[in-house]
């Protein structure tokens, strides 16, 4: 960041009084500009047996199997966004049951909430951010060509709590490649 949205000054990296982090700090009107995690929120789309997976159209992961999900927009709730997430990489309408899964990814300063939701009904097509969507049972999940860890510990933990008959909420934190 090298310019103030307030005013377009400056601005100098400092610790503010009554802080303990360096700040970017307008060096002309002296506003305070906070660089906080991005929200990313999605789906973990169950229909009958199976999951609904997309294969990424887009970069980062470009070609590689992921669950509908992206960064929340304002003016939007994270089930919101999960339902629009959804809807925008799978085409799909789907009814949420509870966040099943909270990640905080420490190295990238995201937050990752994903919800279990039930697919209701198997409708679901490519769109410009998926080159493929599809269902997978356990068997068939391409474990080796998912897109990202929290994708693979949330479908770990799917099975695994399926198994169970019960699905608590999962939270996880990731400090690392």
């Not at 799978?90 to 697919?119: G, K, R």
């Not at 099975?159 to 934190?173: A, N, Y």
Request: negative net charge.
């Amino acid at each position: 960041m090298k310019y103030c949205s307030n005013c377009a000054g400056p601005l100098s990296v400092a610790v503010p009084d009554d802080d303990n982090l360096p700040r970017h700090i307008c060096d002309g009107c002296g506003t305070i500009h906070y660089l906080n995690p991005k929200i990313v929120t999605g789906c973990l789309p169950v229909y009958e047996d199976k999951v609904l997976l997309c294969k990424r159209a887009i970069e980062p992961r470009l070609g590689y199997w992921t669950l509908p999900a992206g960064y929340m927009e304002n003016a939007e709730s994270t089930t919101e966004g999960a339902l629009r997430e959804t809807r925008e990489e799978a085409n799909a309408e789907v009814t949420i049951s509870h966040l099943y899964t909270l990640t905080s990814i420490v190295h990238v300063n995201q937050v990752q909430m994903l919800y279990l939701a039930e697919l209701d009904k198997p409708e679901f097509s490519a769109s410009s951010e998926s080159l493929e969507v599809r269902l997978f049972r356990e068997d068939e999940i391409p474990w080796d060509e998912l897109a990202f860890t929290t994708i693979r510990n949330a479908l770990q933990f799917y099975f695994e709590d399926r198994q169970k008959g019960t699905f608590p909420l999962r939270e996880v934190i990731l400090r690392g490649n």
